[in-house]
Structures are given as C-alpha cells and as structure tokens.
C-alpha cells in the first residue's frame, strides 16, 4: 500500500519522501500536478481505479486543477471515499480549510512543516484508515453470516415444511396452508375443496411386501398426485402414513370431483402388483369435500367431511373417489 504525495513544488516533494522514508515509509508516490495523479488513481478515462493507495498528501494551490477540486473528484469516487487525504497548505486561510473540509479531507498541515508534524500527523491518518478498514472487513463478515444464517434459516423453513419420504407438504405445512387459504376464502367468499386420498390395502401390501417396498409406493403415489396439480395456489400434502390431502383454491364440487377421479386413474394406471388387493393391483379411494367457507365454518369440519366421503368410497369396494353430501 502506498502514499501519494501531489505537489507542484519538487522540493516540498523531496522533503516529504525524505522525512517518510527516514521514518520507515518506503512505499511512496509522488505526481507534480492534479493531471498526473488522476490518471495515476485511474479517474482518468477507461483506467481503472488504483487500489493501492492508501493516504493522499495533497497541495491545496496548484495550476489548473488544484487540491481542492481534485479532493472532491477523488472523494465522490466509491474506491477513493475511504482513503484519508491530507492538504498541505503554505496559506492558512480559514476558507481554504473549510473547503478543504467540507470536500472531504481530513487534516491539514501547514508548509513549512516540521519532520514530527508531518509524521505525527501521517501516523494518526493510517491509524484511522486502518480502523475503518478493519470496521469494514468486520462489517462485511457480519454480513455474509447474517446472509448464511438467511439462508440456512430459508432451507430449516422448507425443511420443517417438506415430508421427508415424498418430499411434498407435510401436516405441519398442511394446517398452516389451510387456516391462511381458509381465511383468503372467507374474504373473497369463494368456494374451497379438499381430497382426501388413501392407498387401499396399504397394510396388506407392507406386510406381504415389506416397509421399504411400501414407501416406495407411497413415494409413487406422492409423485402422481403432485403431478396432476397444475395451479401454484393449490397444495399436495401427506396428511400421515399412507393417507394424502389435496387443496384446492376456488373449486367447487365439480372440479375437485374431476382431479380425484384423475388422480384415481393415475394411480391404477402405474400398474403397481398387488396381491392383496381385489383388483390386484395399488389403487386410490378418495373423498372430496366442498364449501364456500364462513366466519362460523371451519377447517376441521371440511377435512372430517372429506373423511366421510372416502369412507363411502371403501365402502363401496375403494379404487372409486365419492362426493360428501351431506349425510352420514
């Protein structure tokens, strides 16, 4: 890292780069004039900025541009706004140093300046540009945990939503989906529909076929319903063992009869052996379920409807998805 000392006069440079050098400073740079450490920094054009400055000694009066305007050029430059700038100056005068200031400087010295001076004054600057870049790396730390704490936060989020088996909703994602669709519903007065689906015989096939054989199918099964979904507002959960429930924004009796009745088809259609099984193959029972919800209706009494039509379809021989209507 180096320090840049601008200056039209080759003997105040001299005399700078002597009393920093005697003092350990090795790494200096010097410009005659604003032009030259422009283009030095790279403000001038298609260069690119010098990121190895690291404090500016500056004369305020020089031809052309002088200290003052090239404070606020390099100043309202983002790779330049931390680097401390210090002017030299051979006339005090109470406006140069406010403008001085006001640009973005932070010290001053005064010519001819004294070997302490100059290094007391040197020494406080980089302590302080070391400081703020220490505050900054800090900064910056804490800003990429905060962003993997983000992330990681996001992903328990998704996984404490997500079944482990099926990797669609789980319950605890179910129950939150439909309170806030619930609520969505009430306020629009539009209608809501559930599916209830169950794997008919699935313990009959866990026990002739084994647990691993059984989530497969279930796997399967999660993987075709969740295909038959199309709308993003509708949801496909697993609502415990082999038992799934289905979402369905804005449907009535008619809509929700036609995905289960697709989604049964589906099913039987994957061709999946099964012994046990009166049609000797995995099929679906399903329940569907209806209502424009209320501020006295509830979740609860749609899901225990939902249960009440897929009881009707295992009773009427299961593979077959059946409307509540009211009785029973």
């Not at 989906?177 to 008919?200: G, P, Q």
Request: proline share 2%.
């Amino acid at each position: 890292m180096s320090i840049l000392i601008i200056d039209d006069s080759r003997d105040i440079i001299n005399i700078t780069e002597t009393f920093l050098k005697n003092a350990g400073y090795k790494d200096l740079v010097s410009c005659s004039s604003a032009e030259e450490a422009m283009t030095f920094v790279g403000l001038s054009e298609n260069l690119s900025p010098n990121n190895d400055i690291e404090l500016i000694l500056m004369d305020i009066m020089m031809p052309g541009i002088n200290g003052i305007e090239l404070t606020m050029t390099i100043k309202n430059h983002e790779a330049f706004k931390d680097i401390p700038i210090i002017m030299l100056t051979a006339n005090e005068t109470v406006q140069d140093l406010q403008n001085s200031f006001a640009v973005g400087a932070m010290d001053y010295i005064k010519k001819p300046f004294k070997k302490e001076e100059l290094l007391a004054r040197v020494s406080s600057a980089l302590r302080l540009k070391h400081e703020m870049d220490q505050r900054k790396a800090r900064e910056k730390e804490l800003l990429e945990t905060m962003q993997q704490l983000e992330t990681a936060n996001k992903m328990l989020q998704t996984l404490s939503a997500i079944d482990s088996l099926t990797n669609i909703a789980n319950r605890r994602f179910l129950d939150h989906y439909l309170y806030e669709e619930w609520r969505r519903a009430v306020r629009n007065e539009a209608s809501l529909s559930i599916i209830m689906a169950d794997i008919d015989h699935f313990k009959l096939y866990n026990d002739t076929h084994g647990h691993q054989a059984g989530d497969e199918v279930i796997k399967k099964v999660a993987a075709v319903l969740k295909a038959a979904v199309h709308r993003p507002g509708d949801l496909v959960a697993r609502y415990g063992g082999e038992e799934f429930i289905v979402v369905l924004q804005d449907t009535g009796k008619e809509g929700g009869m036609q995905l289960a009745e697709k989604m049964r088809q589906n099913i039987f259609s994957l061709s999946i052996p099964h012994d046990k099984s009166s049609y000797g193959l995995v099929s679906l029972s399903l329940g569907v379920s209806s209502v424009v919800p209320t501020m006295e209706s509830s979740t609860e009494k749609l899901i225990n409807e939902a249960d009440k039509a897929l009881y009707k379809a295992k009773e009427k021989g299961r593979n077959r998805a059946e409307y509540y209507d009211g009785k029973g």
